[in-house]
Nanobody
Framework: LQLVESGGGLVQPGGSLRLSCVSS????????IGWFRQAPGKEREAVSC????????NYADSVKGRFTISRDNAKNTMYLQMNSLKREDTGVYYC???????????????????WGQGTQITVST
């Protein structure tokens, strides 16, 4: 499974962006998927995940109510809609997938086997 993110860029505080992640090489619908991010000088942290069926989602407390994860299995694509962006949302965002189809409650890096190359989000004036 290969993952490629797009949609990153520069946005002002309070603005919105939608990230996309397209998969190839396998059927994305079989996988649990998620988004992580890494700010400069900080460790990679979980943002959100969604199960293969879409029936289970999980969000980091810092993004609840502002970010929405979704998936379109027919298009082998996942999305992260980000609203009310804050400066602290700045970082490299990675899409990820895990082969058991889960959205684990504890979204650890080790829970996910496949990673995209990342896309930069900068929230600034």
């Amino acid at each position: 499974l290969q993952l490629v993110e797009s949609g990153g860029g520069l946005v002002q505080p309070g603005g919105s962006l939608r990230l996309s992640c397209v998969s190839s090489g396998s059927t994305l619908g079989d996988y649990g998927i998620g988004w992580f991010r890494q700010a400069p000088g900080k460790e990679r942290e979980a943002v959100s995940c969604i199960s293969s069926s879409g029936g289970s989602t999980n969000y980091a407390d810092s993004v609840k109510g502002r970010f929405t994860i979704s998936r379109d299995n027919a298009k082998n694509t996942m999305y992260l809609q980000m609203n009310s962006l804050k400066r602290e949302d700045t970082g490299v965002y990675y899409c990820t997938a895990e082969y058991l189809g889960r959205c684990p409650r504890s979204m650890t890096i080790k829970a996910f086997e496949y990673w995209g190359q990342g896309t930069q989000i900068t929230v600034s004036t």
